[in-house]
């Protein structure tokens, strides 16, 4: 294979996967709490006869930008914002633990306080349920206090505690559900101190703007590495004719 086809190609390959990922944070420019997603491109040396002046473009690493989103106030006690670097600690479909900074919150019919996603929230123990109330507050140390239902509301009772857990120290990955784990499958260690907002949701750290600007660059580079390829194949068959006339 014509080595400027093949370079071509990894480039039009890489440029794909680029779009999905930008195709991505776009769609998800109105969920709370979502990190956009970072691709990485690397250059790597063809080797072999000939000039060593072609280069591949081979898949880097993915990260996420850890860059806290805009804050909204709701005014919702429901509603929770974490500090940078911190995350909750929501249920997986395997019932595994996984994290997520998706801070609208909800009880479900059977009492179980979960994101508006339906992820179940984990406390010390477990998914955190809670008994009937009249009032939940979250306290900014991750405390569910609730007015058990018909009590007067100078009775306030603890029922658990939100698993805050704090990236520190670990790379965390996104999975294909969205949510973030770390990289070496361990836990994470809970957060310490007051890391929890409350009444505020945080938005989404993708650019809209920026991410539309680089959708259309990344368009026109498809277009380019299409062409390429198109040259190099007119180019090889051209040759091959040449060839068949001496």
């Given at each position: 294979m014509d080595k400027s086809l093949y370079v071509a190609m990894t480039g039009a390959s890489a440029t794909l996967r680029s779009q999905t990922a930008l195709s991505q944070n776009i769609a998800n420019i109105s969920t709370s709490g979502f990190k956009a997603l970072l691709t990485q491109t690397d250059a790597f040396k063809v080797e072999g006869s000939g000039m060593p002046t072609r280069t591949d473009a081979v898949p880097g690493a993915e990260d996420f930008d850890h860059r806290m989103g805009p804050l909204m106030t709701t005014g919702n006690e429901l509603d929770v914002a974490l500090q940078e670097g911190h995350w909750l600690a929501v249920q997986d479909d395997q019932g595994g633990e996984a994290y997520t900074r998706f801070g609208e919150l909800e009880v479900s019919a059977n009492g179980v306080l979960m994101t508006k996603s339906g992820r179940p929230l984990?406390?010390?123990?477990?998914?955190?349920?809670?008994?009937?109330?009249?009032?939940?507050?979250?306290?900014?140390?991750?405390t569910v206090s609730i007015v058990p239902q018909g009590q007067s509301a100078q009775t306030l009772a603890q029922v658990g505690r939100l698993r805050v857990v704090s990236e520190e120290g670990a790379e965390f990955k996104r999975g294909l559900d969205g949510l973030m784990r770390r990289a070496d499958g361990q836990a994470a260690p809970p957060s310490a101190g007051d890391v929890v907002m409350t009444g505020v949701i945080e938005g989404s750290n993708v650019n809209a703007a920026q991410s539309l600007v680089d959708m259309i660059a990344l368009s026109r580079s498809f277009e380019m590495q299409v062409r390429s390829i198109k040259t190099a194949d007119e180019n090889a068959r051209a040759s091959a004719s040449l060839l068949r006339l001496s």
């Amino acid at each position: 294979m014509d080595k400027s086809l093949y370079v071509a190609m990894t480039g039009a390959s890489a440029t794909l996967r680029s779009q999905t990922a930008l195709s991505q944070n776009i769609a998800n420019i109105s969920t709370s709490g979502f990190k956009a997603l970072l691709t990485q491109t690397d250059a790597f040396k063809v080797e072999g006869s000939g000039m060593p002046t072609r280069t591949d473009a081979v898949p880097g690493a993915e990260d996420f930008d850890h860059r806290m989103g805009p804050l909204m106030t709701t005014g919702n006690e429901l509603d929770v914002a974490l500090q940078e670097g911190h995350w909750l600690a929501v249920q997986d479909d395997q019932g595994g633990e996984a994290y997520t900074r998706f801070g609208e919150l909800e009880v479900s019919a059977n009492g179980v306080l979960m994101t508006k996603s339906g992820r179940p929230l984990l406390g010390q123990d477990g998914p955190l349920t809670v008994p009937p109330f009249d009032k939940l507050t979250i306290g900014n140390d991750g405390t569910v206090s609730i007015v058990p239902q018909g009590q007067s509301a100078q009775t306030l009772a603890q029922v658990g505690r939100l698993r805050v857990v704090s990236e520190e120290g670990a790379e965390f990955k996104r999975g294909l559900d969205g949510l973030m784990r770390r990289a070496d499958g361990q836990a994470a260690p809970p957060s310490a101190g007051d890391v929890v907002m409350t009444g505020v949701i945080e938005g989404s750290n993708v650019n809209a703007a920026q991410s539309l600007v680089d959708m259309i660059a990344l368009s026109r580079s498809f277009e380019m590495q299409v062409r390429s390829i198109k040259t190099a194949d007119e180019n090889a068959r051209a040759s091959a004719s040449l060839l068949r006339l001496s």
